[in-house]
Every structure is written in C-alpha cells, then in structure tokens.
C-alpha cells in the first residue's frame, strides 16, 4: 500500500503545479523567475510508495550534476538519459559527471537490498536526490519515475522537488507490447519512436511480429528471396475486409529491416532496458515465405504474397525435411541477431487441410506413429511435433520458445511459455497444467481494436470494441487460479495488429492512451489501481504526449 505523510498530496494527484509564488524568486545559479514550481511523483504507473514531508525541498539548479559510480557505464547511459530528459522540460542540460553523493547532486547508484531487480528507490532532500536500484534496471525505472514528475514547459521557472521517498517495483517481470510489421512495413525512425514510447510507460519487452502472410520483413542472409519477393505485395485491399465488391489500391507495398538495422535497433532498445522479442510465425501466416521458395509448401504453388488479411489454407509442409532445415537455418540467423531469451514462434491459426492431403505430411504422420485420439486430430499432433522440433532447436541454442495456445493443441510440447490470446479461460488451463503463461486475451488487450463507439469519427478498425476503462480493469491472473497457480502468468501485453494500420500516426493512435492503462495493470497490484485517480493523472502524462508529438487519442479527457 502507498504511505501519504502530507496534507499537500492530494494537490499532487490532480496537477503538476501545487504552488505558485507570483512575487519573483531568485534561485541561486539560476535567472530571476516569475514562478516556483512544486513537481509531483504520481505518475503512470503509480509508485508503490510515495512518503513526503515538510523539510525543505530538493531545488533543481543551473549547477546541479547528475552522478553516478565510477567506471558504470550503463549508469552513464541512464544519467545522460536524465540529463536529456530535464534538457527537454526546463531548457537546462545538467552536467553528468563520475562521483560520489554530494550536495547539490541526483546521484545514480546501484546496491539497494530488495528480492525484485527492477525495484528502486528514490530518497530527496534539501542536498539532492538520491536514486537507487537493486540493478541498472531499477535505477532507469527510477529515472523514469523522476523525469514524468516534471511537467513539460518549466523553462524559466524554479523547480522543487518536495523532500521525501519513493520506493517501487513491479507486480509483474513481463511487461510487453506487440507490434506487427508483416502486414505494413513501418520505418526503422518509428520502430525506435515506438520503443522510446514503450520505454515512458515502463514497458519491458517489445514482441516484435516480423512475419506474416502479406509481407516478410527481416533479412536472411541464407534465403535472399525472402526478402526480394517474400518483403513485397503487388497490392493492398482498401477498406474493411467485409466490404462488397473488395476494391484494391493497385499500388505495391514493400520493405523489410537489413540485419545491420535490426542490430541497430536492437542496441537503441537494450539501453532502455527493452529487449526485443523476434515472432517468425509458423506454420501457418506464411504465404510471403512460400511465394519466396515454392519447394515450402505442399502443393508446391505458385504461391503469392497475400494481399488481403484473413486466414490461408497453404502453409508450411511439415512432412519435408527441407522444411525443418529451412527453419533451423532461419532460427540459427534470428538468434544472431536478437539476443533475447525469448523467441516467439507462432504457431495460431493454421489450417490443416493442405497436410490432410499430401502425401509428405501423411508419409511423416506415419512415421511418427501419430493417430487420432481423446478430440485431437493426427494432422493436429503434426503440428505439435513440428514446433517441438523448433523448441528442441532454440533450446540448444539457450533460448526459450513463446507461442501462441494453440501451440498446446496436439497434446505435445516440452516447456513453452504459452501466450493466451484466444479467451482468458485457456490462459488458465496452461497455468493448471504448469506452463508459464502469458496473458494477452484479445477482448481486453488487442488494440487494434475500436476505442470509442463512435466508429463515424474513429479511423478504420478491425472491429471489436475497447475503450481505455476495459483495459485498466483487466486482471491478468484469473480468479479461479489458486495462489500457486497464479504464479504461473508471469506477465501480460497489449498486442496492435495493422491490418488496418498503415501510418505511424494511425499506430500512434491505436497504442495511446491504452499503452498507459496496461502499463498500471502490469505495474500495479490490484488493489492500488483506481480509474479515477488513473484518469486525473493521465492528464498529465498526455502533456508528455504533446512535447513528443505522439498522435494520442484525446477523447478520454472529455470524458
């Protein structure tokens, strides 16, 4: 539970400012002012513990430093992040310098004493600030912490940060957001626009979705063409998939990220403690990599690269050895790249009515001895067996695999992490059967879904319907769960599919305000969670929106 020790604090929750002196303040190193700013530290996600007292307040000056240990180099990183933040907010780059504690100082430091490594702590006096993790980690979230208590726009003004403590740390060590650039490509300036905007909501992971029927979108050195015809379309549908007659743009869609991008990418995201999770989704969602290398499928094609969404009935032939060769050969190249632990495999919506028929998936069947029993179909444990394949692989290579439920269908799997998205009943199921699970049901947390149920004045959705209060309220552990079982769902993510969004201003619209309600719900324990309070904040945080120019949705202000 939060400690509240002063009558001042309710001021905080519902404002950046709680005090103004209209008689000018002169702040030592600092220019004469007009205005006294008291920052507040109820910021989205809400700390555990925020303690304020009535001692003098930490005041931000022209010759304050930034500090961190000598000779730490992600602390470096973290204090010029800092430094930056308040640059942008008050007009004043802050030196970052190697040192100890000391006056006039926010110093960095690792060595706080807590079982949680991304657990901070944030102690402020009249001498500086002090903020302090169990690891690098921590220390970054506490920066985090720091920098949204200070509102955009305090050029001029002299800043105080009120005496006190902040202790945090997060319910949850998996705290992600999904991404699809399979069905549009996005430049590499707003994938790292994107993770930057993950990075402000204390979001962990970025499940970066690579693959996907209308577009493949990660170089393989090994198979080129999966790049030169498996990265373009010929076209686009325009307008809603149910829309009679379909209509095309006839105009062709392309792009995919070199490997020297996505080391790139991948570095900007490790120094804002995101690590980038790759999806390449098999066996189903492959059409780009059939039409790139026929010899993949079944009927041997031709194959295209899709040019509408939906679900395909040719996918990978698992009956051929090349088949498995193939993907350990891609694998082998995705490890190279993205040093996760983690790698998402797919494994949703495959149709198996190609594997019904051929005569490479029912040889393989055979040879398997696999037969159809207890619900479940042979074509089914095929399916099973061929991702077993895949995670038998990574596990070699010290990864561990994530896949979508279905994975779970053919009854055969070793130890995946399985990520529910299909309904939050079978979420429960894996964690009673002792997988780790991930929670990502898609009628709280896909947002490409509809946020308002004005649809005239909303841009095109795929449909559905929710609206910010259905995320905040999500509760990722269901409660049929016994505590035991619970510790089984070892964190939650919101997923933005892009069928129907091409621009990052649309995928900007899409994500936010929703990404703030899931990362409190990630974040927070159920019992510290309160819409209303959550609502009054995200005032605040949408003036972070406006400084970065992100094309939130505004409506849930005027709500």
């Not at 693959?211 to 393989?220: L, N």
């Amino acid at each position: 539970m939060r400690k509240i020790r002063t009558i001042c604090l309710w001021g905080f929750l519902l404002m950046f400012v709680s005090c103004v002196q209209k008689e000018t303040v002169t702040v030592q190193d600092t220019v004469t002012v007009q205005d006294t700013v008291t920052v507040h530290y109820d910021v989205i996600p809400l700390p555990r513990e925020i303690s304020t007292n009535e001692n003098k307040p930490f005041v931000l000056k022209r010759s304050t430093a930034i500090g961190y240990p000598k000779g730490n180099d992600k602390l470096k990183e973290s204090a010029e992040f800092l430094s930056g933040y308040i640059l942008e907010t008050t007009g004043e780059k802050l030196t970052v310098r190697e040192s100890g504690s000391g006056d006039n100082t926010i110093m960095l430091e690792t060595g706080l004493s807590h079982d949680n490594e991304e657990a901070y702590h944030i102690a402020v006096s009249e001498k500086g600030i002090v903020i302090k993790g169990v690891s690098e980690k921590g220390v970054f979230y506490g920066v985090q912490t720091l920098r949204k208590s200070l509102p955009p726009s305090l050029k001029g003004k002299t800043i105080h940060f009120p005496a006190g403590s902040i202790t945090d740390y997060p319910r949850f060590g998996y705290r992600a957001a999904l991404f699809d650039v399979g069905r549009h490509y996005f430049p590499t300036d707003f994938i790292k626009r994107f993770i930057d905007i993950l990075a402000l909501h204390n979001v962990n992971y970025f499940h970066w979705h690579l693959t996907e029927d209308q577009g493949w979108r990660v170089e393989i050195k090994k198979y080129p063409k999966l790049t030169e015809i498996g990265s373009v379309r010929k076209e686009t549908l325009v307008g809603h998939l149910q829309r009679k007659p379909q209509q095309f743009d006839n105009t062709p869609h392309w792009g995919f990220y070199t490997q020297e991008e996505i080391k790139d990418i991948v570095k900007y995201a490790q120094e804002r403690y995101i690590t980038i999770i790759p999806e390449i989704d098999l066996p189903g969602h492959m059409l780009s990599a059939l039409a790139s290398y026929p010899e993949l499928g079944c009927t041997g094609g031709p194959y295209e690269v899709a040019t509408k969404w939906g679900i395909f009935e040719d996918v990978l032939c698992m009956g051929k050895e090349t088949t498995y060769q193939f993907l350990e050969d891609v694998f082998t190249e995705i490890t190279e790249l993205f040093p996760s632990e983690y790698i998402h495999i797919g494994g949703d919506e495959c149709p198996k009515v190609r594997w019904e028929v051929c005569p490479h998936c029912q040889a393989m069947i055979k040879k398997l001895g696999l037969k159809s029993d207890g619900g479940r179909t042979k074509e089914q444990k095929l399916q099973s067996y061929a991702m077993l394949e895949v995670e038998k692989f990574l596990k070699g290579k010290n990864r561990r695999v994530i896949a979508w439920e279905e994975i779970l269908d053919g009854g055969i799997a070793d130890n995946p992490i399985v990520m529910s998205w299909l309904k939050e009943g079978s979420g429960a199921e894996a964690a009673q059967g002792g997988y780790d699970v991930i929670m990502a049901p898609h009628e709280a947390v896909y947002l490409d879904y509809y946020q308002s149920e004005d649809r005239e004045n909303e841009p095109l959705a795929i449909g559905g319907y929710i609206p910010i209060q259905r995320v905040y309220h999500f509760e990722p552990i269901p409660k049929e769960l016994t505590e035991e079982e619970g510790k089984k769902i070892i964190g939650t993510q919101v997923n933005l599919w892009t069928e129907y969004i091409s621009t990052p201003e649309h995928a900007e619209y899409m994500l936010l305000p929703r990404l703030a309600a899931i990362s409190e719900v990630q974040w927070s324990d159920p019992e510290a969670k309160d819409f209303e309070s959550f609502r009054s904040r995200l005032s605040n945080l949408f003036q972070f929106y406006d400084l970065y120019h992100y094309n939130a949705a505004r409506h849930i202000l005027a709500e």
